[in-house]
């Protein structure tokens, strides 16, 4: 039966509204700050060892032998696995693209510098660590494929030799007569960019506890999982399990972004206990494996675009090549970041024809994973830039050229040229707001003043699109043709009237267990202490996807809802049972079950739920006897992908702009951010502090990939940054506090108008200091055309100026 789901705050059972939409304490903060919250790291089971795993110190080579023998014999060491046994007891890992993966252990040969080629459990883990040390691996060195555009090229050395070449993917996707609109342009603007590697670094790293049961040949894991149920899907079709023989047990963790994949870590450890007779086996990641053999590197590109223009400033058509390293294999959902750009491929404008042409090739570095934004990040730094190249060679303000080619308004739902369709937003508002935020004239003026004095002072103007509540079928095109993501919820009410809802994901930071409390305490009218949220494990939980795609903000809140709202059935017809009336003339309002226009003819829902408890005798014919229901939502109106990848995929799209000033030092290239503001619009906001926090964050990271972050690898293949000394994170220092404003266009296609935020600001802020940082640039003719824009490659840059006087 259908279930109407309340699309705006109105809608809700509520004369008023006490904590949807208001900035109220997170229900999980208090066990995080006394420190009861526990991590993976803090379980202990009974019997349970402790893994260590050696890693290729080669980024390719073949195997010619391995010798366990002495690990095997140290005291305290309890099982040694290669691979092996990997081939005896697991399967190769799924990839997407499909024939790019390998086992869990190295086999024949190893593909890139920290491939796990053999592993140990022990009494501890300092033992296992000494182990791993007697153990002797041959290899016979093999050339290393470092550089994406030799990867592609006939007569390389071959990652994969069955697969005949390193080319994971070559596709041409062509939305309309994008050739025409090029001829005819008067003028198209072209540039090479170059985003490098760099990865999400959680504060907390990846971790897992597996244990076999011999008894029935079922798997238990525990570990830092972002998406339990994908993970135990992943890990039964690997280790040759039927579905319902593992279970998923996900910790509280320590944020994700994407980069906890951890599927190496739990096969091996799966792989461990079941050689030991089901004896639990921990394997906590250290810093320097997640840097160099983890799930923390992705977006590895290079790209060529264009624009072309009329004359009078309108975009008649845009075309991106992209080559794109993914690494060794595919086996990390690391190519999906390839595919995502369709969900925003033409930003905040209405382009009405564009081009893909898309490679993903395969290389000796650590295989790449998904990132937080998934992808859309370095396309909205290539269309940005774009449009302030073009703004200058049309002798046209940056501000100006946006606003001429926005989707207007009263378009929206608008379909873009690569399928998706935006639900809402006004974009001119979101522009008008951010300017006047920084008073954009006299930026202007400053930034004059300063360059009479010859200082490099540079004004970012940029806005972005962030695609919202992610669908499999934006993954179309490199292989994963679902349509539908569920998120599921149960909600029940006790006999004392209290709530408690059952989800299927743990706690990550967000603070979705407190929207959930939110959107339930309105929904019956009771206080944020009568409501409680359960987690539950992967096989316990309604089906489920938890955290990912901008999306569960959205996703849970449709399924508290379309739950309470089915619970809200059966309560009516119990009390209008009990009332002696017809359940069409019963509603629930500010938490009583009361007759339409009789107040006094009105009952509690603890009353009724009590009824149904504890007076079955009460009934009416029918009902069952518990106050509990299940709904799993999932976005409406997606449509499988066409042949050119297009497809509803993404239900919501939240928008920004950012107005940043930064000085560039001309002696040393040190880039200072001056000044940050954000205009932003992410519908209706069900939590305003939860998106500051997520919007900030965002920023810190946006920053990082702006000026500092880069995985840097040599000719042979060798990490060169395996540490945080040469791995550089942002700071407190160099991350501004941003002046904030926000802006709302509720969707029209979700839960109460909400639209996903959770990737925020990352979609914008790389984009935004570099349009700065290239403004400042520009007196001295010079354009920096990579990520990041480190003191280093902009002193560099700064020097061909000098050079050139």
């Not at 379980?43 to 060892?49: C, Q």
């Amino acid at each position: 039966m259908a279930v109407d789901i309340p699309k705006s705050l109105a809608d809700l059972p509520t004369s008023a509204l006490r904590f949807v939409g208001q900035a109220v304490n997170r229900v999980e903060d208090p066990q995080l700050l006394t420190g009861r919250t526990e991590f993976i790291d803090n379980v202990t089971l009974p019997g349970m060892l402790h893994c260590a795993i050696l890693r290729s110190p080669h980024a390719h080579a073949r195997i010619t032998s391995i010798d366990v023998s002495a690990a095997a014999q140290l005291p305290g060491v309890f099982a040694v696995v290669t691979g092996e046994d990997a081939q005896r007891w697991s399967q190769r890992i799924a990839t997407i693209p499909e024939r790019w993966g390998t086992h869990c252990l190295a086999t024949d040969k190893v593909r890139f510098v920290g491939e796990p080629v053999a592993a140990v459990a022990a009494s501890s883990r300092y033992v296992a660590e000494d182990a791993i040390e007697l153990i002797t691996v041959d290899y016979e060195s093999l050339p290393a494929v470092v550089d994406a555009t030799t990867a592609a090229h006939p007569g390389t050395p071959l990652i994969f030799e069955e697969n005949g070449n390193n080319i994971m993917l070559q596709r041409v996707f062509t939305w309309g007569e994008v050739d025409e609109a090029f001829r005819a342009a008067d003028h198209v603007f072209t540039e090479k960019f170059r985003w490098n590697r760099l990865g999400a670094n959680p504060l907390e790293t990846f971790g897992v506890i597996s244990q076999w049961d011999p008894t029935d040949g079922s798997l238990t894991c525990r570990g830092s999982f972002q998406s339990q149920y994908h993970m135990g899907l992943g890990t039964a079709a690997a280790m040759g399990l039927p579905s319902h023989k593992v279970r998923m047990i996900s910790q509280p963790h320590g944020g994700s972004f994407g980069g906890k994949g951890g599927m190496r870590g739990t096969l091996i450890t799966a792989l461990l206990s079941r050689k030991t007779d089901g004896r639990p086996v921990k394997w906590i990641e250290d810093r320097m494996e997640y840097l160099a053999g983890g799930a923390g590197q992705s977006w590895d590109r290079h790209y060529e675009a264009a624009l072309a223009f009329k004359n009078d400033g309108t975009i008649t058509g845009f075309k991106v090549k992209l080559l794109d390293d993914l690494g060794a294999t595919a086996e990390g959902f690391g190519a999906v970041s390839a595919a995502k750009p369709l969900t925003s491929f033409t930003g905040c404008y209405a382009i009405p024809v564009a081009q893909y042409d898309l490679t993903i090739v395969a290389t000796n570095k650590l295989p790449g994973s998904p990132y937080r934004g998934m992808g859309p990040p370095p396309h909205n730094f290539v269309l940005e830039q774009l449009m302030d190249i073009a703004a200058r060679g049309l002798n046209l303000d940056p501000a100006d050229i946006r606003r001429k080619n926005y989707i207007p308004p009263d378009a929206f739902p608008y379909t873009i040229a690569s399928g998706n369709e935006y639900d809402s937003g006004n974009y001119a508002a979101a522009l008008d707001t951010v300017l006047e935020m920084g008073n954009y004239p006299q930026l202007r003026a400053e930034q004059a003043q300063a360059r009479a004095q010859g200082r490099l002072l540079g004004i970012g103007l940029v806005n972005t699109i962030e695609p919202g509540v992610f669908d499999w079928n934006a993954y179309a095109i490199v292989g994963l043709p679902q349509t539908g993501v569920p998120e599921g919820a149960t909600v029940s009410i006790d006999i004392y009237g209290k709530v408690t809802a059952k989800i299927g994901f743990s706690l990550e930071g967000q603070g979705q267990y407190t929207v959930i409390t939110q959107v339930l305490a309105d929904y019956f009218a009771m206080e944020l202490s009568d409501v409680r949220v359960v987690y539950q494990d992967s096989l316990s939980a309604p089906p489920h996807f938890g955290p990912g795609g901008s999306r569960l903000g959205v996703a849970i809140t449709g399924a508290v809802l379309g739950a309470a709202q089915r619970l809200t059935e059966k309560l009516v017809k119990v009390a209008a049972w009990l009332l002696q009336s017809d359940p069409q003339n019963v509603e629930l309002r500010d938490g009583k079950l009361g007759i339409k226009g009789v107040p006094e003819a009105s009952m509690p829902i603890a009353q009724v739920a009590g009824a149904m408890l504890a007076r079955s005798d009460l009934l009416p014919p029918g009902i069952d006897p518990n106050p509990e229901a299940t709904y799993v939502w999932t976005a409406p109106g997606r449509t499988p992908a066409d042949e050119q990848g297009r497809a509803k995929s993404y239900l919501t799209a939240a928008n920004a702009c950012h107005l940043v000033a930064v000085e560039v030092d001309a002696e040393t290239g040190q880039v200072q951010i001056l000044k940050y503001y954000i205009a932003d619009d992410c519908g209706t906001r069900l939590n305003p502090a939860n998106v500051e926090g997520m919007t900030q964050g965002g920023v810190a990271q946006g920053v990082g990939a702006a000026l500092l972050e880069e995985y840097v690898y040599n000719e042979d293949g060798q990490l060169l940054t395996s540490t945080f000394m040469d791995y550089l994170l942002p700071t407190i220092n160099e991350v501004p506090m941003t002046e904030k404003k926000a802006l709302v266009t509720p969707s029209p296609f979700t839960p109460l108008g909400a639209k996903g935020v959770g990737e925020g600001a990352m979609h914008t802020t790389p984009a935004a200091i570099m349009c700065a940082i290239n403004d400042a640039l520009l007196p001295l003719g010079l354009r920096a055309t990579g990520v990041p824009a480190s003191p280093n490659r902009l002193w560099s840059l700064l020097q061909t100026a000098k050079r050139n006087l």
